[in-house]
């Protein structure tokens, strides 16, 4: 046992002695233990009259600090946020109204509010129809007499739109929906007429040959020659604005027996036109045309293009709509063969071949294509045993 100046060192450590307690104060041989720690007893001996274990004090827990109380008086509530302009964006709350998007990242698509389809329609697996709000309250409380089986047929019209979450847009949506529909009926009710023109002129055994965007001074005196030279009578389709420089070229038509018709004032495509536009184009070139066409007279719309409401307003006139079987190319930006135009309307049994007889700033070559292929069909249709005719003439 160590020794302290001739006295044993446990000896001195009693409890009564300064000493002793600053003995069992040192830290030595400290260990954690589960339930405090414990001072050693002497040095490394336990049980050697030390007395109670020491107890090492954990260091304070730390204090907080409460929020200041409010002051005396009303509490004013802070002043809104003013937005502040960063670049060509506004800062709302403090950030951007839109966050700049990571390059590269596509938008995340929307998720329907309730299972099933994005427009509201019932659950996956199940037949899809609108999806109603019931009147009854929550599902399962007390319901009217008769109003499952009200429930069950829905509203008047229900049954027809799925659409029941887009109302607002409801009428606009039904409006293009008509009018898509009644401009796909005017192009089906074209190619009706034209088939049962096609279908009349292989009944009859009839070739009409029409002239489109005259009169002209240059070329619808030659093709006036070309036809008197074969006894043959023609229908020239004229414009307005052309027909007040060249009124003189319409009364030589006139006077050889050929039938005129209106193919409006300044040559309008209705489908790229306003309505009104195309509507005034078809009202002036009437008005124009009026000493050589009557009111009711044979119209031809040009680029044979029309509308539900240029139809329905040459309906209205009484005046029949003329369309073609056969087009002759002498528009095209390549020029065909003129014997490839009169094999065509040989093999057809005959039909209505469509030319232009307008000169002005027109290139010499296709006047000349005009007047070769008239030429030609008159000539085949005599030897073919086909009859040429105005459109007036075919029943």
Not at 100 to 122: D, T, Y
Not at 144 to 169: F, I, N
Not at 224 to 234: C, E, M, N, P, T
Request: aromatic share 4%.
């Amino acid at each position: 046992m160590p020794r302290a100046r001739g006295r044993p060192l446990g000896g001195a450590l009693d409890g009564r002695h300064p000493s002793a307690r600053r003995v069992a104060g040192l830290p030595l041989g400290l260990r954690r233990r589960r339930h405090g720690a414990r001072a050693p007893h002497g040095l490394g001996r336990p049980g050697r009259g030390q007395g109670e274990p020491a107890r090492v004090p954990h260091p304070p827990a730390p204090r907080h600090r409460l929020p200041p109380s409010p002051r005396r008086g009303r509490a004013r509530a802070p002043p809104p946020a003013r937005p502040r302009p960063v670049g060509s964006r506004l800062l709302v709350h403090g950030l951007p109204a839109e966050l700049p998007r990571a390059s590269g990242a596509a938008p995340r698509p929307a998720r329907p509010r309730r299972p099933g389809h994005g427009l509201g329609l019932l659950r996956r697996g199940r037949a899809g129809h609108a999806a109603l709000r019931r009147r009854g309250g929550r599902r399962g409380g007390p319901r009217a007499p008769g109003a499952a089986d009200a429930a069950a047929r829905g509203p008047p019209g229900a049954h027809v739109s799925a659409t029941g979450p887009l109302r607002a847009g409801a009428p606009a949506g039904a409006a293009l929906a008509a009018a898509l529909a009644g401009e796909a009926a005017t192009y089906a009710a074209k190619r009706r007429e034209i088939a049962a023109l096609r279908a009349r002129c292989r009944a009859q055994r009839v070739v009409v040959l029409t002239f489109d965007d005259g009169p002209s001074r240059e070329l619808t005196p030659r093709v006036l020659d070309v036809l008197a030279d074969h006894g043959a009578q023609a229908t020239f389709f004229a414009l307005g604005q052309r027909a007040a420089g060249a009124p003189e070229v319409l009364d030589r038509v006139r006077a050889e027996g050929h039938e005129i018709g209106a193919h409006t004032m300044n040559h309008r495509n209705a489908w790229r036109t306003p309505p009104w536009d195309a509507l005034r184009d078809i009202r002036e070139g009437y008005g124009a045309l009026a000493p050589w066409v009557a009111t009711d007279g044979r119209f031809r719309p040009p680029h044979g293009k029309q509308t539900g409401l240029t139809r329905r307003a040459v309906r209205r006139r009484g005046a029949p709509v003329a369309w073609w079987t056969v087009d002759s190319g002498d528009t095209h930006t390549q020029l065909p063969a003129p014997d490839a135009v009169v094999r065509r309307v040989l093999a057809e049994g005959g039909g209505v071949v469509l030319a232009h007889d307008h000169g002005a700033g027109r290139p010499a070559e296709r006047q000349e294509f005009v007047l070769e292929v008239t030429g030609r069909l008159l000539r085949a249709a005599r030897a073919g045993g086909l009859h040429v005719r105005p459109l007036r003439d075919l029943a």
